[in-house]
């Protein structure tokens, strides 16, 4: 069992910047994957990010060179590093951990509006 916990979510200006964390239950060396995804009021929850237990990272078109995947093994924490944010980077986004298993934290609300 794996549990996820994400924070850092919140109301930011077209241009900002924010940083996620996705506190994990076990240690991330121990995961296959780890991934953010996000999902936008009635669309499909889509992948923003992600790293392997290796740290090869994948980023979507739409976010690469603004976004950055980042592990801690000492905090067990993933990071998502947000750059010169878009009104359509507004979701939930979603921390996500491969191990046998697909598990998915609770979410955590990004606004981006002026």
Same mark, same amino acid.
């Given at each position: ?57 994948? +980023? ?33 986004? +979603? ?7 697909? +598990? ?11």
């Amino acid at each position: 069992q794996v549990e996820l916990e994400e924070s850092g979510g919140g109301l930011v200006q077209p241009g900002g910047s924010l940083k996620l964390s996705c506190a994990v239950s076990v240690s991330i060396t121990s995961i296959a994957v780890m991934g953010w995804y996000r999902q936008a009021p009635g669309k499909q929850r889509e992948l923003v990010a992600s790293i392997t237990h290796e740290g090869n990272t994948n +980023y979507a078109d739409s976010v690469k060179g603004r976004f950055t995947i980042s592990g801690n093994s000492a905090k067990n924490t993933v990071y998502l590093q947000m750059n010169s944010l878009k009104p359509e980077d507004t979701a939930v986004y +979603y921390c996500n951990a491969y191990r046998y298993f697909d +598990y998915w934290g609770q979410g955590t609300q990004v606004t981006v509006s002026s």
